[in-house]
């Protein structure tokens, strides 16, 4: 079983990371997120990045809407078919929603991207 950790080197942190991901990569709006992909270099480790507007709510809410993304991302980043940088955008309607509901959002966003590995 492969660790589930999200140390801090693999996440997007430059602004030029973010507007690179969005210009060149692919594009999938999948209910509460929009996830935008773009491939790296191969031997690199793959990289997320988490949006948050304030049209997600008050502090707390996006805070929770982060966590929520982030950890969808932690349990599956092993599922995803090569190095990526990935920037996750909440939407406004990600407020009150469950795990398992953002996690299928997550999941389908990934599949209309074609970033999963095939099923074994």
Do not use: W
């Not at 210009?23 to 997120?33: D, F, W």
């Not at 599922?79 to 955008?89: E, F, S």
């Amino acid at each position: 079983m492969p660790r589930l950790r999200l140390p801090r080197s693999s996440r997007l942190k430059r602004q030029s990371d973010f507007q690179r991901t969005r210009v060149r990569g692919q594009r999938a709006v999948n209910g509460c997120l929009i996830a935008n992909a773009a491939p790296r270099p191969g031997g690199l480790p793959t990289r997320l990045g988490v949006v948050t507007s304030r049209k997600v709510g008050e502090a707390v809410g996006r805070a929770r809407a982060r966590r929520l993304l982030r950890e969808s991302y932690r349990l599956h980043q092993h599922d995803l078919a090569g190095p990526i940088d990935l920037v996750l955008v909440a939407r406004p309607s990600i407020a009150g929603k469950s795990f398992a509901e953002v996690e299928r959002d997550f999941l389908r966003a990934l599949k209309m991207l074609r970033l999963l590995k095939p099923a074994e």
